[in-house]
């Protein structure tokens, strides 16, 4: 598991559409499984999932994005999980695969700005 939390302040749906378009964009093997959205008392909740399939040791790798803002300050918490993608039954030799979906969440909010 590969994990990566930053707060941030802006617009909550321009940065989830540009996080969005940065992850989709990154690969051709890379899918929006899901998404849940929730507004309860002012603050909004964003979860969405993604899987991608990695050649180099043919398996799928899952990243989980949540995102939750505080309308009262414009503060926005961003989580990124990565988890899968590993072969083998007791070692999860992954290669990377967590590593490499939880970046593009990190580098897409350091090309923002963040």
């Known amino acids: 598991m590969s994990k990566f939390e930053k707060v941030v302040k802006g617009s909550f749906y321009d940065i989830s559409e540009k996080l969005h378009n940065d992850i989709s964009n990154s690969a051709v093997s890379i899918n929006l499984v899901d998404e849940a959205r929730k507004e309860v008392n002012g603050c909004e909740m964003l979860v969405r999932v993604y899987d991608k399939y990695f050649m180099r040791n043919s398996s799928r790798a899952s990243l989980t994005v949540v995102m939750i803002s505080n309308k009262d300050n414009d503060e926005i918490y ?37």
Do not use: Q
């Open 78 to 114: 961003v989580s990124a999980i990565g988890s899968g993608g590993g072969t083998g039954v007791f070692l999860r030799l992954d290669w990377g695969a967590e590593n490499n979906l939880v970046y593009l969440v990190e580098d897409s909010l350091a090309n923002m700005g963040y």
